[in-house]
């Protein structure tokens, strides 16, 4: 029987830092969305929070990142789309990314619902993206 060996800190860190930034990167891959999309991304769910020049962004905002991008893919948004988007919420003003994340959520929220209801099966007609009244 040999004796557990006692858990080593910076090891156990750096295990779950990779984890996230494993499942960021698979779920950004998956969604098509490169780094300037990332970057972007990064910028309205992070700030005022987000790392600065030549600093690694933490688990706690690696997790925020990914649960963005879940958000945003429920939502049905392409790459393009998110910089569109957010291009226009930001060109809008004001408490940009508060509105940005409010759309987002009601978008992804309405998608869900549908599958929920119609399963993976839901008509298309149901599941195109309202547009934003502010981009119109």
């Known amino acids: 029987m ?42 309205a769910a992070l700030h005022p929070r987000q790392p600065g020049p030549g600093e690694r962004a933490t688990d706690r905002q690696l997790h925020q990142i990914t649960a963005a991008i879940d958000v945003l893919t429920t939502a049905g948004r392409t790459p ?3 910089l569109t988007r957010l291009g226009g919420f930001k060109d809008a003003g004001g408490e940009w990314r508060f509105e940005f994340w409010r759309a987002e959520l009601a978008e992804a929220n309405r998608r869900w619902n549908i599958q ?21």
């Open 80 to 82: 393009a789309q998110v």
């Open 116 to 136: 929920q209801a119609h399963g993976p099966a839901a008509p298309t007609q149901y599941l195109a993206a309202e547009p934003a009244s502010h981009l119109s």
């Open 2 to 43: 040999t004796e557990a060996q006692p858990l080593n800190a910076a090891d156990t860190t750096a295990t779950i830092e990779s984890a996230a930034r494993e499942r960021l990167a698979q779920i950004a891959r998956a969604a098509g969305y490169d780094r300037p999309v990332l970057e972007a991304i990064a910028d």
